[in-house]
């Protein structure tokens, strides 16, 4: 059984472009849930994905969007990059939505905006 | 809203000493508790949960028990190793969904 796994695993860009991040989610998990974890903070909740569907969004703005493909792999797209959006980008997949489901993570992309 | 506190890290003890780490919560209800570990360079790992009131979940030698009254969720183990170095977050999930509130997370070190 293959664990989550995000590309690149560190990535720097400037301000006003746009990122692509990656996630492959562990086999047979349906559900993707991506993270910004700030320098020294816990993380916060972006949006989630179940079947293709965006299931549930965080306080971002609409700058942030993300994608889920049929193999239930997920991209997260940042445009207009700030220099606040420096952060750890986490990837977590699951087996359903329920509450509670465990959830695994990946380990993260280091983004740095200059 | 939903939220965490955690107490403020960084945590350094020595091998073999007790840890506390105090974590408290706002929710709606009484959600399932979660404690997550982080270790350096890697992504965040469930620990141990709680899904009731007076539960008490455990992992590893670490324990945390579900306390409605204090609305609180404590980590303790009682004898720490310098493997258990890492940071650890409290969370739990926001009002009927998976996705988690998490704390700030306590960063602890452990000294040979």
């Known amino acids: 059984e293959t664990g989550v796994t995000q590309s690149p695993t560190h990535l720097i860009k400037t301000r006003g472009q746009q990122v692509t991040l990656r996630c492959s989610s562990q086999?047979?998990?349906?559900?993707v849930s991506w993270y910004q974890q700030a320098l020294g903070q816990g993380p916060q909740f972006i949006f989630q994905?179940?079947?293709?569907?965006?299931?549930g969004r965080g306080n971002f703005p609409p700058r942030f969007s993300g994608l889920q493909f049929p193999n239930y792999s997920s991209e997260l797209n940042v445009n207009a990059l700030e220099l606040d959006d420096s952060a750890l980008y986490l990837c977590a997949s699951s087996l359903g939505v329920e509450i509670g489901e465990k959830l695994f993570f990946g380990s993260g992309t280091q983004l740095s905006v200059l | 809203g939903d939220s965490v506190t955690q107490m403020e890290g960084p945590v350094t003890l020595s091998e073999e000493a007790f840890l506390t780490i105090n974590c408290t919560y706002t929710?709606?209800?009484?959600?399932?508790l979660f404690w997550y570990v982080q270790y350096p360079g890697e992504g965040l790992q469930l620990l141990l949960k709680?899904?009731?009131?007076?539960d008490k979940g455990s992992n590893k030698g670490f324990e945390a028990t579900y306390r409605k009254e204090t609305t609180s969720f404590h980590l303790e183990k009682g004898s720490v190793q310098v493997s258990d170095s890492a940071v650890y977050f409290c969370a739990h999930p926001l009002s009927g969904n998976t996705p988690l509130v998490f704390g700030k997370g306590t960063r602890l070190s452990v000294i040979a």
């Open positions: 086999s047979g998990h349906n559900t």
């Open positions: 709680a899904t009731k009131a007076d």
């Open positions: 929710a709606t209800g009484y959600p399932s």
């Open positions: 994905y179940y079947r293709e569907e965006e299931n």
